[in-house]
């Protein structure tokens, strides 16, 4: 499995691509802002591979503009330069929120085209693979509601060279380093947010490198114990 992360945008929203060289398949989570930035790192990987890359899907943690800016404009150009369809991903209690992105703009000042409607509603639970024929990488849909409506975290699960299974939980804007996602947005609410953490994070894993939507990664056993906000 091959993990490029970097931030992108005015709010500097932590954007991943995830590559499996056996299938040659890759998807990219919380595509926010800098489409081109996305789409270069792509052609990097594949240029260090020496392989052409299918992109399976845009998948997004949630719905807010700096998690989904650079959706349809990178779907539509992989599209026009590869001639190849990208599924978008996310979970069905954000649509609206997706839906609204010219209107989240307006907010920010920032101006936003109508987005590309996403082929993929994600439910709870749901499990999916890079790549239909890899057998090193599984994900999970956790949907953790509180910071929005349809707040979700993928859980990764990979083998390494020694074929231990690492976790790895991509926690959106709910979970931060010695934080948490607010609160004083449209659909969220503390006291579910709260539970989610509690109940379908800290509960559910034994220890798993978090990576939040912003700011450094960190991991489950470390925020259990140190985060100031909700504690184990």
Partial sequence: MI???FEVGPFQCNCHILVDPESKRAIV???GDEMKTIYDELEKIEKKLGINLHLDALIHT???LDHIGATSELSATWKKNRGEEVRIGIH???LELYNNLPIQGEMFGM???APVTPQWLFEHQEEFKLGAHSSSSQFRVIHIPGHSPGSCAFELKS???DGAVQTTLFSGDTLFYRSVGRTDLWGANSKQMEDSIRKRIYHAYEDAIVYPGHGPRTTVASERENN???RS
């Fill in 29 to 31: 989570i919380d595509p």
């Fill in 159 to 161: 083998k390494g060279v």
């Fill in 92 to 94: 069905s209690a954000d």
């Fill in 62 to 64: 949630h719905g807010h």
């Fill in 3 to 5: 993990h490029r992360h």
């Fill in 111 to 113: 101006k936003y085209e």
């Fill in 228 to 230: 100031p906000f909700v």
